[in-house]
């Protein structure tokens, strides 16, 4: 049983960051790669940005390109999403997914691992 648990979201000022962090368990094998996504009140899931687990490479949706970086330490099994210069815009729930095939990182229907999300509210 696959187990991804977010931690670190909170409510920050606009300008400011924060860093999120996911922690998987339950199965020895690697994803091939793994998303953020989020979802604000009334709004659809909409992907944040994603990696690759072997390689690093990292990919991100426009409207946070340049402010958000996407990591991973593969011997804790983490992902982190360092948020900086957060917006009023960015206020959603974030969830992060895993994916154990090969494909596109933000089809957020191909990711049959997901966690609980957690929330981050920028206040303007």
């Known amino acids: 049983q696959v187990q991804l648990v977010e931690s670190g979201g909170g409510l920050v000022q606009t300008g400011t960051s924060l860093t999120l962090s996911c922690a998987f368990s339950?199965?020895?094998?690697?994803?091939?790669?793994m998303g953020w996504f989020r979802q604000g009140s009334g709004q659809v899931r909409t992907f944040v940005g994603g990696i690759v687990w072997s390689s690093g490479n990292t990919y991100y949706d426009d409207s946070v390109k340049g402010r958000f970086t996407i990591s991973r330490d593969k011997a804790k099994n983490m992902m982190y999403l360092q948020m900086n210069n957060l917006k009023p815009e960015d206020t959603a729930v974030y969830y992060c997914?895993?994916?154990?095939?090969?494909?596109?990182?933000?089809?957020?229907?191909?990711?049959?691992?997901w966690g609980q999300g957690t929330q981050v509210t920028v206040s303007s």
């Open positions: 339950g199965r020895s094998f690697d994803f091939y790669g």
């Open positions: 997914a895993a994916r154990p095939d090969i494909g596109e990182l933000s089809w957020d229907w191909k990711y049959p691992y």
